[in-house]
């Protein structure tokens, strides 16, 4: 008896393997950017839809770095991110076999906001924006007047992006010049909606997120435009400043990222090729710039013939234009 309940047993864990694995077959992981977030999850709605629950996609928020690290750890087939691969996450990516395609997928248009009752802030400047961020400011500069006298003396309340964020990573590089050098007497978070909700309930606050966030959040927040140079004209945040290039230096290319050896499984690459079908469009439903159709054909290509790797050499640069992208994409 104890026999026949042990063979029992052991086909009835058999069926119950046989029957679960191609539920778990079918189900894309993603993890990575909070920017990257809303078209990803766009993308990944419809195409479930399409497939009519056959698959799963599954979207986490885990910011650019934590992403990174599941990423090359072989956990996720695909990673969202809102800057280029770093040098030390190449490394370990291929420590441990991980390959991968780079594949572009939008423009955001880094926004800084304030609290739409702020009466005395019109526009603010690079160096007004590092005077508040860089690393010396911290526990010295708490006042609006300290950062320029024509402001009021009214504390400096700050909401960022938290040290996994790839938002932290370029703006920092962006504003202060080297990525992660920032104050950390701030309300840092991976996750957007924090930021949005903090100025949102602060006449004195400020912050920096994703353009999605802030056309999504419009009646409580106020979007600032940005002075690059002394002499320059301010310019907001918005599309077609975004791809004449004119909205810097806070304009930059997301990303995500495919492990090849995930896109050998059907639904991987079924989800991928839907996102290069569909990304133009549900790019411009969350108030992201798409790119022209021929980067999302440049991507199909890459894809095709195998061609991994990243365009940028392991650094989050600043200041690249969606043509400069394309340049280098086509090198690929």
């Given at each position: ?13 058999a ?9 778990y ?10 920017t ?37 750890r ?108 920032s ?10 909606h ?74 991987v ?15 411009k ?26 365009v ?21």
């Amino acid at each position: 008896m104890e026999k026949m309940s042990f063979k029992l047993a052991l086909a009835c864990a058999a069926f119950a393997s046989l029957t679960a694995a191609p539920a778990y077959a079918q189900v894309v992981k993603i993890d990575g950017s909070s920017t990257v977030f809303p078209p990803t999850e766009g993308v990944a709605e419809d195409f479930q839809k399409m497939k009519k629950g056959a698959m799963k996609v599954t979207v986490g928020i885990s910011g650019t770095g934590g992403g990174f690290k599941k990423f090359c750890r072989g956990e996720t087939d695909i990673s969202n991110a809102s800057r280029p691969i770093l040098k030390a996450e190449m490394d370990a990516c291929k420590a441990a076999g991980v390959e991968y395609f780079e594949l572009p997928v939008g423009f955001d248009a880094l926004t800084v906001v304030v609290n739409p009752k702020n009466t005395f802030l019109k526009q603010l400047s690079v160096a007004e924006l590092k005077m508040m961020w860089e690393p010396a400011a911290q526990g010295k500069i708490t006042s609006w007047k300290q950062v320029n006298p024509a402001f009021p003396d009214a504390p400096l309340k700050l909401y960022g992006a938290g040290s996994d964020s790839g938002t932290f990573d370029y703006f920092t590089e962006a504003i202060n010049g080297k990525a992660k050098a920032s104050r950390g007497d701030y309300a840092a978070t991976e996750d957007d909606h924090v930021t949005v909700k903090g100025v949102a309930g602060d006449v004195n606050a400020i912050g920096y997120l994703g353009f999605a966030y802030y056309a999504e959040n419009q009646s409580t927040l106020k979007a600032l435009p940005i002075v690059e140079k002394a002499g320059k004209p301010a310019v907001a945040p918005n599309e077609q400043n975004v791809i004449n290039g004119s909205y810097q230096p806070l304009a930059r290319p997301i990303f995500i990222y495919v492990n090849s050896k995930s896109l050998e499984r059907p639904e991987v690459k079924e989800f991928v090729a839907f996102y290069m079908k569909e990304g133009s469009r549900i790019m411009k439903e969350v108030k992201y710039v798409p790119l022209p159709a021929n980067a999302y054909k440049n991507n199909e290509e890459h894809l095709a013939k195998g061609k991994r790797g990243t365009v940028f050499g392991g650094v989050a640069e600043v200041g690249v234009t969606i043509e400069e992208l394309q340049k280098r994409e086509a090198k690929l």
